[in-house]
Each structure stands twice: as C-alpha cells, then as structure tokens.
C-alpha cells in the first residue's frame, strides 16, 4: 500500500531534551496498546445500538480511514519527526499560527476528552463487579493516578504500556474463547444471524455509516503515537511498521470480538451495559467469574487513558518548545525529564471533562476533534509533497489522503449532534486563546515551527 523507502544509514536523531526510550518494539506495543484499550472493552455496546448486529462492519469501516489517514501520518512523522504532531504539520503546510493554535489544541483536547471517556468507563460496569463507588469520584482518583504514572517518567510509562497491553490482549483472546465455546455449546440467546442485521427503520449503508463515526473512537491510538517521536529511537524507521502493524492487529481481534459479540447477546443487551464484555464471558460453559474479566478490563482502559494523557501533555510540551504557547510549558522535570507543568495542566482539563460529559458525549467529541484534525493533516501530506528534505521517508500513495479526506466529510455528516454542543464552545475557547496566547510575534512563532528540527 506504500512507497516507503528505507535508508541503509540514517541521519542521527536530532538533539531533545526528552529521553529517547521508545524502540521500535516499544512504539509498537505503544499503538497498539492505546487502541485497544479503548473502544472494544468501553464502546462495542454504544456502536451496535447505532449499528444492529452489523457492528463489525462499523469497526471495518473505521479500520479502512484509520489506515488511509494513517498512511499521511506515516509520511510526515518520518519526513519531520519531531513532537508536534499533526499541529506541526498544519504550521508547515500552511503557515498560519491560529490554524496550528487550533490544530493543537483540538488534538490535545482530543487526548483529554478520550482520557475522560476511559476513566468514566473505568468507574462503571467494570469496577462495580468489584466494588462500589461514587462513579465521578472513583474516575477524578483514576485520572489523578494516571498523572502520577505519566510524570514518573516516559521509560516507566512505556514499559507499563507493554505490560498492560500483553494483558489487554490475552483478555480479548478470553472472549474469544469464551465466546466460540458459548456458540458451539447452543442454546441461549445465540443466534448467528444477528451479525448481518442492522438497527431497525435504518438503511444499511446509513446504519454502518452511523456507527463507524463512533467505532472510529476505538481506532485513533496511532495519533497519540506520532507526539512521541522525540522520545523514539530512530523513528524514521519505527513509524510505518508499528502504524500499521497495529491497526492490522486491532482491526482483525475488533472485528472477531464483534461477531462473537453480537453471536452470543442481544443487541440491547449489550447496548445497555458500560462494559458490554462482562455480558460475553458470563455466558456458555467456560463463562467466568465477572470480578476475573473486570480486572482485566480495568487494566485495559487504564492503559487507554495514560497514553491519552502521555500524547496530551506532549502536543502542549511541543509547541511550548515551539513559541506557540508559553514556554513554562516546556519545563521538565530535573532527572525524571518529564514535562510536569504539561502533565498537571491537561489532568486538570481532563478532570473538569470528566466531570460534565457522560461516556457516549465524550467518545463522540474525541471522535470528531480527531476527524477535523485528520482532514487536515491529509491535506497537508500533499500540500508539503513539495518540501524536500536531506533523508529518505516514508511516502504515501497521493490517493490515500485524498480518499480520506472525502471519507472524514461523510462521517462528519453522521455524528451525533451532541457532540457539537461540547466541540463548538471548546474550540471557541481554543480561537480566544490563539489571540491572547503570544509568547512573540506571529512571525517569530512561523519562522520557529518552519525551520528544520535538525537546524535548532
């Protein structure tokens, strides 16, 4: 699918403050543990209530734009691979400080509207299997630890991350096998049918359509990943392969888990539930104890939220470097080099989302934060087609961005209207503060982001 090119010698990483921890095995299981902690174990319920049994084909339909906007962030993380993300892009392309300010701050708030969706799905279904308690205190603590976790340092976090994502795995490899034994032991509520229907009153393609907005939620791990290109050894290299590989990875267990799904309960069934998975390895012979899979689940979405909240802090970290922001949000910590300032300022955002969106709102704002963003960063891979630069890089096929540009117009066209309510005064705060946020003057701000890393 690509024209990568690879470099048997490639220039040396340049100079960061950061501490370049993350090997190419390490950003793998990065991506690919920040999708799957997300989505499958909170949402799968929330996609086939807009979807029917046909939620698979939502999840497929997802997985085709993550990996056409993919291939335009595979180009540019390798082409410029620096922190900044998707708001360097857009500053590169075209160079305009308020639409980067924008950029910015729509992808920083995407990794805290997700970190808050995951933590009120951490302090529902799944930790009442274990124990009650307040579901906003219990998520305000869990977004707090999750602080503690990510300022503790960038090496900790990641190897965390391995851990978590080895679990997150085997726990769906048990609903698997959980599911396939329900299925061929009969009986029940199985019915293999309910996989090819979809919601009631809905045409098919709009029925999907529908529920691809939000499934795309479940997908969006690989632009966390991108924000930690300056704590990535040899990242020109580690990118195109960890991208994809893990979407390939997430796209075939989300599909499975879906059919299994739907197979074994009904539709409102697990619609109803805010961890529709304990309704699947509660059935058939090999059920198991719902305190067991909540465990796993627990682990899994906490995983989500640290790297929500590890890309969040980075975006605004990299743009404080940058001249965009102030530069107190720059400030590391001395011998952990975490961005502490970067890290207390998005929990506190986070905590305060966490606190007036309920989980569905919150995934469907994430959604659509990212879906403007990745509009955006599709056009500029071809707008920056021009800009040569002294290494090899990945390049993605010219048809992919545009493809995904036209995608993103038509799934914008099917998100909840709810979702407006939350975007549209939180991106009008985000205009506000483009104008009264000038470390320097517009120029300076341009001529920083515009210059080479390896020139700094």
Do not use: C
């Not at 082409?79 to 857009?90: F, M, V």
């Not at 058939?284 to 682990?299: K, N, W």
């Not at 500029?380 to 995608?407: I, K, M």
Request: aromatic share 6%; proline share 4%.
């Amino acid at each position: 699918m690509s024209t990568a090119t690879s470099v048997p010698s490639s220039p040396a990483p340049e100079e960061t403050e950061l501490k370049r921890a993350i090997s190419g095995r390490l950003l793998l299981f990065f991506v690919l543990g920040d999708v799957l902690g997300a989505g499958i174990y909170a949402l799968v319920g929330e996609v086939a209530g807009r979807t029917g049994g046909a939620a698979w084909a939502a999840f497929l339909v997802a997985l085709v734009l993550a990996v056409l906007t993919a291939t335009a962030y595979a180009e540019l993380v390798t082409k410029y691979p620096d922190a900044g993300g998707a708001a360097l892009y857009a500053h590169r392309a075209f160079n305009r400080r308020t639409l980067t300010f924008l950029v910015m701050f729509a992808v920083m708030l995407s990794g805290m509207t997700s970190a808050a969706t995951l933590s009120r799905a951490f302090a529902g279904d799944y930790l009442d299997a274990l124990f009650d308690a307040p579901e906003l205190l219990a998520a305000l603590v869990f977004i707090g630890v999750v602080a503690l976790v990510n300022a503790r340092g960038i090496s900790e976090s990641v190897r965390v991350n391995v851990v978590l994502t080895t679990i997150e795995v085997l726990g769906l490899l048990l609903v698997l096998v959980i599911g396939i034994a329900a299925i061929a032991d009969g009986g029940g509520d199985i019915d293999g049918g309910r996989a090819f229907q979809v919601e009631e009153g809905e045409a098919v393609a709009w029925a999907i359509l529908g529920g691809a907005t939000l499934a795309f939620y479940a997908l969006i791990g690989f632009e966390d990943s991108v924000n930690v290109a300056e704590e990535t050894q040899d990242p020109r290299r580690s990118y195109p392969p960890a991208l994809f590989g893990a979407l390939g990875i997430a796209g075939a267990i989300y599909v499975a888990i879906t059919i299994v799904a739907v197979t074994v309960v009904p539709v409102g069934t697990l619609s109803g539930s805010s961890g529709p998975l304990l309704e699947v390895t509660g059935r058939g012979p090999l059920a198991v104890d719902d305190q067991v899979f909540s465990v796993i689940a627990l682990l899994a979405v906490a995983n989500g939220a640290l790297l929500n909240m590890i890309m969040a802090s980075r975006v605004l970290y990299g743009m404080s470097r940058r001249g965009i922001v102030p530069p107190v949000f720059s400030k590391v910590l001395p011998g952990r080099r975490t961005p502490h300032v970067a890290i207390a300022t998005t929990t506190l955002v986070a905590a305060g989302l966490i606190a007036i969106g309920k989980l569905d709102q919150l995934a469907d704002t994430t959604v659509l934060l990212l879906l403007l963003v990745f509009s955006i960063v599709n056009l500029a891979v071809l707008a920056l087609r021009s800009d040569v630069v002294d290494h090899d890089h990945y390049r993605a096929p010219t048809w992919a961005p545009v493809v995904g540009v036209a995608v993103i117009v038509l799934l914008l066209t099917q998100t909840d209207g709810s979702a407006w309510t939350l975007v549209a005064p939180l991106l009008a705060a985000g205009l506000a503060l483009s104008f009264l946020v000038r470390p320097g003057s517009e120029a300076d701000a341009v001529r920083v982001l515009a210059d080479d890393p390896g020139d700094r």
